[in-house]
């Protein structure tokens, strides 16, 4: 929550100063690159093929041989990045060619994209590295610095775009180093909490480490099974470069409001789950399809009245937060057409999170993998065939489209691998959670519709959305009492306990 919160004062900050405008484009699409090699290479394959493992060594062989394993990864996966940065900042040309094609029109454009994917290429290492560490610590239930270090990377962005913007003559430049200097601090920030620990990094090249092979092994088709929802994106960037000034843009801006709640519990259940999820299979699995349903009804509990929530308030939304200095009327509107589209694909978003770490508990990373190449050729068609009538609108619904075909062709897989997966109870429980959020989503915005006005003061607009959002989960998480939801009676009670022992 920290993070996301420090995120969207960062793309406040970035909106007042650049707008939806070229430069804006050309940052956001040079620090794509680095992201998504990030999500391939560590953040997501590499977590994904590290966790499994990491737990069952850490559970049979002890700490030290768990701590050994983790250095040995670190220098491997180390040397990678350094040679794939250095690739990346030779050939930035070439790169940003082939990714956003459509910047070659325009020399100031493909100039100041490449320069800035040099400057930001690096910052694959450091952040790739502080996963892994990542990853550790929640092997070990070790959750809250993980969790806050990519404050740091927002907090970097905002100081240097305050302080720096005026020492270069392009002053997207500031942000590009604000991108360094945070994936310095993150990393930082996990050696310390790990040191803290008993951690100590011990250089270590050993290629011929069995459990440093499983690893491999697992993270290959991992790279794309757990990445599908990142290349969809990043395709959808690919394709808005044809498309009018801004396409970017609003994409960019329309995906970070998802990933709010996206990111603060849908990946957070995730994150969480995966090691659970681990342990019990290297157990036995007893309580694996148990664990599954209690995950997947947890994200969905908070994702379903998020999706309604960010429709119903697409446009309030957009003008309290980004509506400002460069960032105009105009550019409201593009982000609203892609909020709405990508928010509709939220459940499945969230959703994949779960059910694919399922697959990852089990060392099975080949089934995510292949549904994951068919739901990039779907994704693909959708965008082309989209993109005329509904411009970049179209790209952010093919992504939620193709999102949905992947979540249910991964649910339909492990049925058929376990033999049930408890889906009646989780249906019906989605089923409650649909009722409660449209319930939740006509309040909210009949409230907006009476007291809500583009004109008003900012303060005053600000308010009027914290009020309606307020009224909204009231009467979600009522009605889901009123109902008898098992998860809301679970919360209700928690909460309950806290209180008692608060006293």
């Not at 959750?143 to 404050?151: D, E």
Request: glycine share 8%.
């Amino acid at each position: 929550l920290i993070s996301r919160v420090l995120g969207y004062a960062r793309d406040m900050l970035v909106a007042d100063l650049f707008g939806a405008k070229t430069a804006a484009d050309a940052f956001f699409v040079a620090f794509r690159i680095p992201n998504l090699l990030r999500r391939l290479t560590a953040e997501g394959a590499m977590t994904a093929a590290f966790v499994p493992v990491y737990t069952e060594v850490y559970e049979k062989s002890g700490k030290p041989r768990a701590f050994e394993l983790a250095c040995n990864i670190v220098t491997l996966l180390g040397v990678a990045l350094t040679v794939i940065s250095v690739a990346g900042v030779i050939t930035a040309p070439w790169v940003v060619t082939a990714l956003a094609p459509g910047f070659t029109s325009s020399e100031p454009t493909f100039n100041l994209t490449t320069l800035l994917t040099r400057i930001m290429f690096p910052y694959l290492i450091f952040v790739s590295l502080a996963a892994v560490l990542m990853a550790m610590q929640n092997s070990m239930g070790k959750f809250f610095v993980p969790a806050a270090a990519p404050s740091m990377l927002n907090i970097a962005i905002i100081t240097c775009a305050l302080t720096m913007r005026d020492w270069f003559a392009e002053p997207t430049v500031a942000l590009a180093v604000g991108v360094m200097i945070g994936g310095v601090l993150q990393l930082a920030m996990q050696v310390w909490e790990l040191r803290r620990m008993g951690w100590k990094y011990v250089p270590s090249f050993n290629l011929r480490d069995a459990d440093a092979i499983r690893i491999g092994a697992l993270m290959v088709p991992a790279t794309f099974g757990m990445a599908v929802a990142e290349i969809n994106t990043f395709v959808d960037t690919l394709i808005a470069s044809f498309l009018p000034e801004g396409s970017v843009s609003y994409l960019y801006y329309g995906n970070r409001l998802v990933q709010f709640p996206l990111g603060v519990f849908g990946v957070a259940v995730g994150v969480a789950a995966l090691p659970s999820l681990s342990s019990e299979a290297a157990r036995g699995g007893e309580k694996l399809v148990e664990l599954f349903s209690h995950s997947m009804r947890l994200t969905l509990f908070i994702a379903i009245p998020a999706m309604v929530g960010l429709i119903a308030l697409s446009g309030p939304m957009t003008n309290v937060l980004f509506e400002r200095g460069q960032f105009d009327e105009a550019a409201r509107y593009g982000v609203i057409s892609a909020l709405v589209f990508y928010a509709v694909g939220l459940p499945a978003f969230a959703a994949t999170k779960i059910v694919v770490g399922v697959f990852y508990a089990l060392k099975d990373t080949k089934a995510p993998t292949k549904v994951a190449v068919w739901c990039m050729l779907i994704n693909i068609a959708l965008n082309l065939v989209l993109m005329g009538p509904l411009k970049h609108g179209g790209l952010a619904l093919a992504t939620s489209i193709s999102a949905f075909v992947n979540v249910g062709a991964l649910a339909w897989m492990l049925r058929k691998r376990l033999g049930k997966i408890d889906g009646r109870r989780m249906a019906m429980a989605a089923g409650l959670m649909s009722l409660s959020s449209l319930i939740m989503g006509a309040s909210a915005y009949g409230y907006l519709s009476i007291f809500y006005s583009y004109e008003a003061r900012t303060m005053e607009r600000a308010f009027h959305l914290i009020v309606a959002m307020g009224i909204g989960t009231i009467l979600y998480f009522g009605s889901m009492l009123a109902l008898g939801s098992p998860e809301a009676l679970s919360f209700k009670r928690r909460v309950m306990e806290k209180i008692r022992k608060g006293r």
